[in-house]
């Protein structure tokens, strides 16, 4: 039986979707076959400890979603099929050791009077940061939003020097080239103010020392002090739900448990997909890939463009990570309250702890005292627990893919499904040691490995929860091969896109949303 639609997609995360929800608007008909069970990859939400308890199986935070310019494109449409936000006013903040702490706020008074309280320098740079970040937002943006074309590039090479001058462009050339420690040591003087945004740089793959990180750190901490911060609604999974109301209400289809297995072309033109169970899905104007390299590779069995072909064989992936879903009977027992009103607590004592755990990772070792992420969403949305209940949300950042090792000497398994618990109370052990008598608050918990973010999802190979390094030579221009950032790729017709595409991971959509643009137009 043969099926012929506009565009077919393959998989339904959430750059699929939107990408569907864009062509669709624009009477495309679409088509989105998905592996699992359920859609939205890394975008999903579920009871994984106990009934009444909702968790977000991978992203949490919604900001880069709400600020996108798919939903400033198709946000009200959006919220008729159930999009919430639950926002928060208080981000993230850093809780180191000794017990003191640096929280960042949507309130510039507050977060430069916390600053001061570690460095009066550090706060004066504070304010020059504020004051620069609305001309400088307004660069980053556009730059981060461009389509990766020369014809763009030229574009906006031509008014950023007209805006910034020769010198404040090269400038902003360098910092997109530095590293985070280089521009944390470079701009602020206390150690633990430092820690704090570098931190944001783990999130990636952006240890302290790595070249072409310290945007991240940056963005995030003035966009949470402009913006605050947006979470889903009942969970992060709002997004998928209501992407697959919209596509549906316009006649397209979201098929799951449906496994592609090749992309088919003819006359060097991709024309559509092949079903496991051996359904052929014709595509008139596009086939779209939201897969990781080398399964674009795998699916046209190659290109025959070498270098294309060369570079999706080779793309490299981001180290692990180790996700704890903790049902609480009360929050964390933080040495201060005011940790409580914090979306993020992030448990990175410094940048020199930041980039030995990085290093250990890259290496194959499970770290030895790791960077835990502590999500709290039930601080900002109530309704994921049961009345005076919590939700906890732990991501261990790093950890490897694929073990060789124990950093620590302690932990001799060499596979995930034997070392998940052993590291997994390292884990647990480190936020006992922050916040003591906080493992007695446990009701329940669920461990994701690496090796189940994998197999739940393909695209997060070795658990790299942003389908490949954003490292420099595989950025921008190079995300996730020179040429084809934008999405195109060598066979007709056949597109290319997700996180491994320019401009990479998060949850903004911004892959699907420029592909979408390209293909039907704004």
Not at 190 to 216: E, S
Not at 326 to 336: I, K, R
Not at 462 to 468: E, F, I, L, N, R
């Amino acid at each position: 039986m043969t099926t012929n639609v506009d565009a077919v997609i393959i998989g339904a995360g959430h750059n699929s979707l939107a990408c569907a929800c864009h062509l669709a608007a624009r009477g495309w008909r679409v088509a989105v076959y998905e592996q699992a069970g359920e859609p939205g990859g890394a975008v999903k939400s579920g009871a994984y400890t106990q009934p009444g308890f909702r968790h977000d199986w991978a992203a949490m935070n919604l900001s880069l979603f709400a600020g996108s310019a798919f939903h400033t494109d198709h946000g009200e449409e959006l919220a008729r099929h159930g999009l919430g936000f639950a926002p928060t006013a208080n981000p993230f903040a850093s809780l180191f050791p000794d017990g003191r702490w640096l929280g960042i706020s949507n309130d510039r008074a507050l977060n430069r009077a916390r600053i001061a309280g570690f460095s009066a320098a550090d706060a004066e740079a504070w304010d020059r940061l504020s004051d620069d970040f609305p001309a400088e937002a307004e660069t980053i943006f556009s730059l981060l939003g461009s389509p990766m074309r020369a014809a763009s590039l030229a574009k906006l090479g031509w008014s950023t020097l007209r805006k910034r001058g020769a010198g404040g462009s090269l400038d902003l050339a360098q910092f997109l080239m530095m590293s985070p420690r280089a521009w944390l040591d470079q701009t602020f003087e206390d150690d633990r103010v430092k820690a704090t945004f570098a931190a944001w740089g783990m999130h990636l793959d952006f240890a302290p020392d790595i070249g072409g990180g310290a945007l991240f750190p940056y963005l995030e901490a003035m966009a949470a002090q402009a913006f605050g911060m947006v979470l889903g609604q009942g969970g992060a999974d709002t997004v998928t739900r209501a992407m697959v109301r919209m596509i549906e209400a316009r006649g397209g289809s979201v098929t799951c448990n449906a496994e592609v297995t090749g992309i088919e072309e003819a006359g060097g033109r991709a024309t559509g997909i092949t079903l496991s169970d051996g359904r052929f899905i014709g595509a008139d104007k596009a086939v779209i890939a939201n897969v990781a390299p080398s399964a674009l590779l795998r699916l046209t069995g190659g290109s025959r463009d070498a270098r294309h072909d060369k570079a999706m064989k080779s793309f490299q992936h981001a180290p692990g990570t180790m996700m704890i879903h903790l049902a609480m009977d009360a929050l964390p027992n933080w040495p201060a309250a005011e940790l409580n009103r914090f979306a993020y607590v992030h448990l990175a004592p410094s940048m020199d702890q930041m980039a030995r755990t990085y290093a250990q990772a890259k290496a194959g070792m499970l770290p030895d005292e790791p960077v835990i992420v502590c999500g709290q969403p039930t601080v900002v949305d109530p309704s994921r627990a049961p009345e005076g209940k919590h939700v906890l949300w732990l991501q261990v950042r790093m950890v490897p893919g694929q073990i060789k090792g124990d950093a620590k000497g302690e932990i001799a398994a060499r596979d995930w499904e034997s070392a998940a618990t052993p590291m997994a109370e390292r884990a647990l052990d480190l936020l006992e040691r922050y916040a003591p008598g906080t493992r007695g608050r446990i009701l329940d918990h669920h461990v994701v490995t690496p090796a189940m973010l994998e197999a739940d999802n393909p695209n997060l190979i070795g658990g790299d929860q942003v389908c490949g390094s954003h490292h420099l030579h595989q950025h921008f221009l190079n995300r996730p091969a020179r040429g084809f950032a934008d999405g195109s790729t060598p066979i007709r017709g056949l597109y290319h896109t997700g996180a491994a595409v320019w401009p990479g991971g998060g949850t903004g959509a911004g892959p699907g949303t420029l592909l979408a643009r390209k293909l039907a137009g704004k």
